[in-house]
């Protein structure tokens, strides 16, 4: 965020939600590193004009807004820059709980490719949360420039997800990127997430402890990710399952134990 | 069915501390560990960097730029380049705004008497209304539309994490975060939206004290005043490196309020330890001219505009109301203004003055316009194109001195947000008490610093 019309003076304190009466075929979260483009992918694919400045935190507010392809109308979410998903701020903690709780049709995740590396470890936080990812490498004019190749195909084939590559600045590649959405959250493009492999004690416990959490929750979060959390103690996850699945009759009634309504989670954060 | 799941939550949670009892693996360790692998073997197989550039331009750049010895006077440099190009560029279109401007306001007069329309009709709508609507756009549209496009190319090239990166240890000093560097630099846009950006900090002790210091960086709003002001003080010397020095001392002194009362807020009401972050400074990027300028325009300039237009159109018609409306021997204004002015000449300004804060508490902007308004409610100078025409008024008419300008300035750069912001800092603090502080505060600090400026000038016979 910055100082735009939308920002300053009365406005400074609305989010930005487009919201028309139009109907909605797929929401898509719209994630990566700050400073990658993100806000500029958001608004050349929704022609709204969020303010894009070079400065790490200006997403401070939540943006929404719509884009059409091959006839879908989606919503695209912009979630807040991070570096990565283990909550160690409450922008972590906004986009991972939005990519778990709010279960998005697709997310995309811009990377800088200029620092892939660094740009990757975000990519295998939200595969480990969704697999339903396209991976958007972004800033190819940047990296073109300083002479760095990233082999696209390459990457897509190893991640198992579609990989995009754009400069998002001079709009290259943007149709591209929406096809790609568009196959995705259709089901015409294969995928076969790359998840990571952790050392042996640990990937044991999740061996024990995910199918117990599948039971919990059912199909609809993603368990092995929950397991996970649950083992590295994540009091935020383990108060908000407390509050998806109440401990008490008494609670149900006031909290609501259907997950369907934990949305509000998000709301509670700030 | 529920009362199932609950009970089973509770076992899987026995069961991940009876796995790793006392936290005996370190999970998020080795969770950030295998992440780290995986992504450094990926890039191993998927990137080429063809060769090393010879010269990393980021690297050297950032060497000056936040070096300890040269990240300083850089900063001052790139801050008085852009008002030097601000006051400097904006002197004449101001001039040939306000000829332009007033001489529409005489044919609107025109109008008026060949329509036969009552005298009030005149006065309220041409002399209130259309006269403070010229004032304000030719006062403040030039200024802005510089000023915003020079800021909007800093910003845009990413300097503005490298002032938050020089700035970082000095607010670490003062017991607050180093995010407040950031919100600080948004304040100098809109103190409104540089209140929600402290939303990125993430303790509340010290998002607070960044709410309850960003005013004291000036606005948008209070630039062309300050800017109008700093003219004046050196309008006998002919040169505008005067006007820059002194608006670059004056943000110079809003950093140095911002510092000392964060501190002592620290110190005292909001006491804690400054927490630890890692800011990490973009690359710089080309910036892309040609959208600035239409962005600074558009989102910035028109709509900063039309905000003050907003405000003033309807301040303008108060004003004139306030001024033609006789109570006793005096109209309304000069009531309030003399009701104002003991107080107001004890901090060295004047009840006139004082009554334009009040009356500008909705925009910062229209304060200037206010005074000017009042001042030729109550005089006889009929049309003002000018700076020099202003120095007429303020200094011959009604007494300015230098003190007056500086104590004016002072009290702009120190005095309560506006009104917006302070709504704003009630939604983002959920708390009257705060937001009460946040006006208070301020309030008392410029009055405390205006009164000693004045008195000491006054004792040491420099007026």
């Avoid at chain 2, 820059?244 to 943000?251: E, K, L, M, S």
């Avoid at chain 2, 705060?434 to 000038?457: E, G, M, N, R």
Wanted: with cysteine; proline share 5%.
């Amino acid at each position: 965020m910055g100082l735009t019309n939308q920002s300053c003076g009365s406005r400074a304190k609305r989010e930005i939600f487009h919201r028309g009466r139009a109907k909605v075929d797929y929401v898509i979260a719209l994630a990566g590193n700050p400073n990658t483009g993100k806000s500029t992918v958001f608004n050349a694919l929704t022609g709204l004009n969020q303010h894009t400045g070079n400065w790490p935190g200006k997403t401070v507010i939540r943006a929404e807004g719509k884009f059409m392809n091959q006839g879908l109308i989606y919503n695209l979410i912009d979630l807040p820059g991070t570096y990565s998903l283990l909550a160690n701020s409450a922008e972590e903690q906004v986009a991972r709980d939005y990519l778990c709780f709010n279960k998005p049709d697709a997310t995309v995740v811009v990377i800088d490719a200029t620092c892939v590396e660094r740009n990757l470890n975000l990519v295998l936080q939200v595969l480990e949360i969704t697999p339903k990812v396209v991976v958007c490498v972004n800033l190819m004019d940047e990296a073109k420039k300083k002479k760095i190749s990233v082999d696209i195909k390459g990457l897509a084939n190893i991640l198992g997800v579609p990989v995009a590559a754009t400069a998002a600045r001079d709009g290259e590649g943007l149709e591209q990127l929406t096809n790609t959405i568009t196959d995705v959250v259709k089901g015409t493009i294969k995928i076969n997430p790359y998840i990571v492999r952790y050392p042996e004690p640990l990937e044991k416990a999740i061996a024990q402890i995910e199918p117990q959490v599948r039971l919990l929750v059912g199909e609809k979060f993603n368990s092995r990710w929950l397991a996970l959390r649950l083992l590295d103690n994540d009091t935020a996850i383990i108060k908000a399952l407390k509050k998806m699945f109440p401990q008490e009759e008494g609670f149900r009634s006031k909290t609501g134990g259907e997950p369907g309504h934990e949305p509000a989670l998000l709301q509670q954060i700030r | 069915m529920n009362q199932h799941c609950s009970s089973k939550l509770d076992d899987i949670l026995s069961q991940t501390r009876h796995l790793n009892p006392q936290g005996a693996i370190n999970i998020n360790d080795t969770i950030v560990a295998g992440i780290y692998n995986a992504a450094e073997e990926i890039t191993n197989l998927v990137v080429r960097q063809q060769e090393k550039p010879r010269i990393d331009w980021d690297r050297t750049l950032d060497d000056i730029l936040t070096s300890r010895v040269w990240g300083f006077p850089s900063m001052l440099l790139l801050l008085s380049a852009i008002f030097w190009l601000t006051i400097t560029g904006a002197n004449y279109p101001s001039e040939l705004l306000a000829t332009g401007l007033f001489w529409v306001q005489d044919r609107l007069t025109d109008f008026c008497h060949y329509l036969k329309a009552p005298e009030w009709v005149n006065g309220l709508f041409v002399e209130g209304v259309y006269r403070s609507l010229a004032w304000v756009v030719s006062v403040m549209l030039p200024p802005m539309a510089i000023f915003f496009p020079c800021f909007t190319l800093l910003e845009d090239m990413g300097y503005l994490p490298r002032v938050a990166f020089n700035l970082d240890r000095f607010f670490k000093k003062a017991g607050t975060h180093g995010k407040q560097a950031l919100t600080m630099s948004m304040g100098f846009g809109c103190n409104a939206a540089g209140i929600v950006a402290c939303r990125i900090i993430e303790s509340p002790r010290e998002r607070l004290i960044a709410m309850l210091t960003n005013n004291f960086v000036p606005c948008n709003g209070r630039f062309p005043t300050l800017i109008a002001l700093a003219s004046l003080l050196v309008l006998g010397l002919g040169t505008t490196f005067g006007a820059t020095f002194i608006v670059v001392g004056v943000v110079m002194l809003g950093i140095l309020m911002t510092l000392f009362v964060s501190w002592l807020l620290s110190k005292t009401l909001l006491k804690g330890i400054p927490s630890s972050f890692t800011l990490e400074l973009p690359p710089y990027r080309k910036p892309q001219v040609a959208k600035i300028i239409v962005r600074s325009i558009f989102d910035r300039t028109i709509f900063v505009l039309g905000r003050a237009i907003c405000m003033a159109a309807p301040a303008g018609a108060v004003i004139w109301l306030l001024a033609n409306i006789d109570l006793g021997n005096h109209s309304i204004l000069i009531h309030i203004a003399n009701f104002f002015n003991s107080f107001g000449q004890l901090i060295g300004l004047d009840g006139f003055i004082l009554t334009a804060f009040i009356l500008g508490l909705p925009a910062n902007e229209i304060v200037l316009p206010i005074l000017i308004m009042s001042y030729l409610a109550s005089g006889t100078m009929l049309e003002l194109n000018s700076i020099q025409a202003l120095q007429q008024l303020f200094v011959v008419e009604h007494g300015w001195t230098w003190l007056t300008a500086v104590c004016m300035m002072l009290f702009s750069l120190l005095h309560f947000p506006c009104s917006t912001t302070l709504w704003t800092i009630w939604r983002e603090s959920a708390s009257i008490k705060w937001t009460i502080l946040a006006a208070i505060l301020p309030l008392s600090i410029a009055c405390a610093v205006c009164f000693i400026v004045a008195q000491s000038a006054r004792l040491l016979g420099l007026v």
